[in-house]
């Protein structure tokens, strides 16, 4: 069972603006610690998304963005295409566990 | 570009040991995190340790009792064992690359490698 809460799911039509929310607690998120996000097509590893709360990777389109704000961070894909049928997961360090923790992950869906 | 590559066998018996090889190439596993992370068909991600090149190791303590990371810096890999497996332990297992500093994030991972445990 995850320390990191996010929705099961998500959708919206091609075009739309989609968030997903990454739930945490005074150990992992709310202390300080970054959250990363993971995009993990059918069938492949996953791939670096959002780094350091906000920051893209080189080739990540500027469609997805990242924030944090108190014990939770939160994805946005601005411009929902099909391509970006996929899971999405956030992963942040906690210190009560003193390791890494992935969000229980979410499926985004293009109506 | 940094490539990493999971081996080992895809069929363990159960109460065996798991044994997985992670070959980097296209970099120096030098100056670096490296981690294992798996995830059980139709489920999330796990992370299951981390190695740094000197041997240093961090494991999640759900695990830590069965798990070994260890690091073969000639050869640019790093492995890890899992013993006394169940079927609970059958899953896509992956390798992934942290920064410098601390593993953080994984920002290069391997394709990932099945492994299922029969009794």
């Known amino acids: 069972q995850s320390v990191l809460t996010q929705p099961p799911s998500v959708s919206g039509a091609p075009g739309q603006r989609v968030t997903i929310s990454c739930t945490g607690s005074?150990?992992?998120?709310?202390?300080?610690?970054?959250v990363n996000w993971y995009q993990q097509l059918p069938g492949t590893a996953p791939k670096l998304l959002i780094y350091?709360?906000?920051n893209r990777p080189s080739g990540v389109p500027d469609r997805f963005s990242g924030s944090k704000s108190g014990t939770s961070g939160s994805l946005a894909i601005t411009g929902l295409q099909a391509e970006d049928e996929a899971d999405y997961y956030c992963?942040?360090?906690?210190?009560?566990?003193?390791?890494?923790?992935f969000g229980t992950g979410t499926k985004v869906t293009a109506l | 570009q940094v490539q990493l590559q999971e081996s080992g066998p895809g069929l363990v018996k159960a109460s065996e040991t798991l044994s997985l090889t992670c070959t980097v190439s296209?970099?120096?596993?030098?100056?670096?995190?490296w981690s294992w992370i798996r995830q059980p068909p139709g489920k999330g991600l796990e992370w299951i340790g981390y190695?740094?090149?000197?041997?240093?190791?961090n494991y999640n303590p759900s695990l830590k009792s069965r798990v070994t990371i260890s690091v073969d810096t000639p050869k640019n890999q790093f492995s890890l064992k899992l013993s006394s497996v169940t079927a609970a332990d059958t899953a896509v297992y992956y390798c992934?690359?942290?920064?410098?500093?601390?593993?953080?994030?994984?920002?290069?991972w391997g394709q990932g490698t099945l492994v299922t445990v029969s009794s």
């Open positions: 992934a690359r942290g920064s410098s500093s601390g593993w953080y994030r994984g920002d290069y």
């Open positions: 296209g970099g120096s596993i030098r100056s670096y995190y």
């Open positions: 190695i740094y090149d000197s041997g240093s190791t």
């Open positions: 005074s150990s992992n998120i709310g202390a300080g610690y970054d």
């Open positions: 350091g709360n906000s």
């Open positions: 992963q942040s360090y906690d210190s009560s566990l003193s390791g890494y923790v």
